[in-house]
């Protein structure tokens, strides 16, 4: 199973990114799927769900509101659509199977106040 995250990038204070995360494998439509961050000094967090079976999706109350997780199952793609960005969003993004030792390579996400 290969996850390949893209997306990252520089914005400002306030501004929008969009992440992808392409999975391979037989693994990704009937499984929860997750974005993680990790900011420098600090331990990962999970940022956002979506559950598998359409089991829906939840929010790190950091997040809430701005931040809305989705999934492609025909693509095998998972999206995290950030908004309102703030400074403290600075961190590498992962997107993982949840359950499994499944990790992408991170893509790294910079706001500037």
């Known amino acids: 199973v290969q996850l390949v995250e893209s997306g990252g990038g520089l914005v400002q204070a306030g501004g929008s990114l969009r992440l992808s995360c392409v999975a391979s494998?037989?693994?990704?439509?009937?499984?929860?799927m997750g974005w993680f961050r990790q900011a420098p000094g600090k331990e990962r967090e999970l940022v956002a769900v979506?559950?598998?079976?359409?089991?829906?999706?939840a929010y790190a109350e950091s997040v809430k509101g701005r931040f809305t997780i989705s999934r492609d199952n025909a693509k095998n793609t998972l999206y995290l659509q950030m908004n309102s960005l703030k400074p403290e969003d600075t961190a590498m993004y992962y997107c993982?199977?949840?359950?499994?030792?499944?990790w992408g390579q991170g893509t790294q996400v910079t706001v500037s106040s």
């Open positions: 993982a199977v949840i359950g499994f030792p499944y």
């Open positions: 494998g037989p693994i990704f439509s009937p499984n929860s």
């Open positions: 979506s559950r598998g079976g359409g089991g829906g999706t």
